[in-house]
């Protein structure tokens, strides 16, 4: 009872859609060592083999303005089915079709009661350490760079 509480609360906290994104953020190195760490050996078949396509990307003036087409993108695709009949699949930016394969077969695999703690805990939660620590080295870079305009009114 306790094992499955203490899934629901990881999986609220990190639902499909969040490891999805930190799958396609993180760079294929650190999947592919956390992966050879966890020695997983599934079996899959392809559904969609991976894709190299383009999508369009789209940008906000301000951050929250009109929306406006900022440029193409090239992304792969992938999606897999478990021998257990899980599908999983995925889209990362750039040409990696190994990468898109991968991330494809762990979404199947988060999705299967019996290896989503394993997953979760030993890959999904360090790459999205890693993700956050390069997010704030980045906020911090940029801070450094940060220009404080200002007016001095001169006294009559």
Not at 111 to 129: G, R, V
């Amino acid at each position: 009872m306790k094992r499955a509480n203490e899934q629901k609360n990881r999986t609220t906290e990190i639902n499909r859609r969040s490891w999805l994104s930190i799958l396609a953020k993180s760079p294929l190195s650190e999947i592919q060592a956390l992966w050879n760490k966890l020695e997983l050996n599934p079996e899959w078949e392809l559904i969609r083999k991976p894709e190299i396509g383009m999508v369009m990307v789209q940008g906000r003036t301000g951050g929250n303005g009109k929306a406006f087409n900022l440029g193409e993108v090239t992304i792969t695709r992938a999606a897999v089915r478990l021998k257990n009949g899980n599908a999983g699949l995925s889209y990362v930016q750039g040409r990696s079709k190994k990468q898109a394969e991968l991330c494809a077969v762990l979404d199947a695999m988060l999705q299967t009661p019996a290896s989503h703690l394993q997953i979760f805990d030993n890959l999904i939660t360090p790459l999205k350490e890693t993700l956050e620590e390069l997010r704030a080295q980045r906020s911090k870079k940029a801070a450094n760079t940060k220009v404080n305009f200002f007016t001095m009114a001169r006294g009559h």
